[in-house]
């Protein structure tokens, strides 16, 4: 089972870039990485998903390196409004067995 | 487009009683998950439906937990009896694609269950 672990928390400032590492030593060959965001009192709100390489919407770039034991969640330039908890989510929901295991959660602060 | 309904939000109970949980998923979607949030705590999968067949419950108490999708559209999740470490957020979501892991999970708002 891919078990996740990410940094409890980090601090930003507005404007500044974030960085968060996931690290997924045992993802299987079928596992895709997700994160997700979540605000207090809301479920989960998907940010971005990707198998290896690079992949970039309009919110943020997900980094997977080749052997794809660690994922980086980049977020450019945040605002006040990112403050959130950040979860990477590893598996392959098709495959019973293969669970769809959330991190502990990164715990970012944005500060003006 | 209408998002994951649940209800009730909010549910107070003692321990030793019953309670259920309802969940609508987006119209169309196959894959439907309950998840358990404790506080603090990152969201824990309980159960996975892809239409109404259990795809994963591994995780599920099943000595006291139940859930069902009988149409393949909306979802129950029962707990009886419910103890002290029950309280947490109960989330429901559900995905489109029913063939592969590499799609987006809609989650509703949850239920908030304090168990006293």
């Known amino acids: 089972l891919a078990k996740t672990t990410q940094p409890i928390s980090m601090d930003s400032y507005e404007g500044q870039e974030v960085n968060i590492t996931c690290s997924h030593n045992?993802?299987?060959?079928?596992?895709?990485i997700t994160w997700y965001q979540q605000f207090p009192s809301q479920g989960p709100r998907f940010i971005i998903q990707?198998?290896?390489t690079k992949v970039t919407n309009e919110v943020a770039s997900l980094f997977i390196p080749a052997d794809r034991k660690s994922s980086t969640l980049s977020l450019p330039r945040v605002s006040l409004s990112d403050t959130a908890v950040y979860y990477c989510?590893?598996?392959?929901?098709?495959?019973?067995?293969?669970?769809?295991?959330f991190g502990g959660g990164t715990r970012l602060m944005v500060k003006p | 487009e209408a998002g994951v309904a649940q209800s009730p939000r909010y549910k107070i109970i003692e321990k030793r009683q019953s309670v259920a949980f309802w969940c609508n998923p987006i119209s169309g979607h196959a894959t439907l998950y309950w998840y358990q949030q404790i506080l603090g705590q990152g969201p824990k999968l309980l159960i996975q439906f892809q239409n109404n067949g259990v795809v994963d419950d591994s995780q599920l108490p099943k000595d006291r937990f139940s859930a069902e999708r009988l149409k393949g559209v909306d979802s129950t999740l029962k707990i009886q009896p419910a103890k002290l470490e029950d309280s947490a957020v109960y989330l429901c979501a559900s995905s489109l694609s029913p063939t592969s892991g590499r799609d987006e999970q809609f989650f509703g708002p949850g239920t908030r269950l304090t168990v006293l």
């Open positions: 045992n993802i299987a060959t079928n596992d895709y």
């Open positions: 990707g198998y290896k």
């Open positions: 989510l590893v598996g392959d929901s098709f495959n019973a067995g293969n669970m769809l295991t």
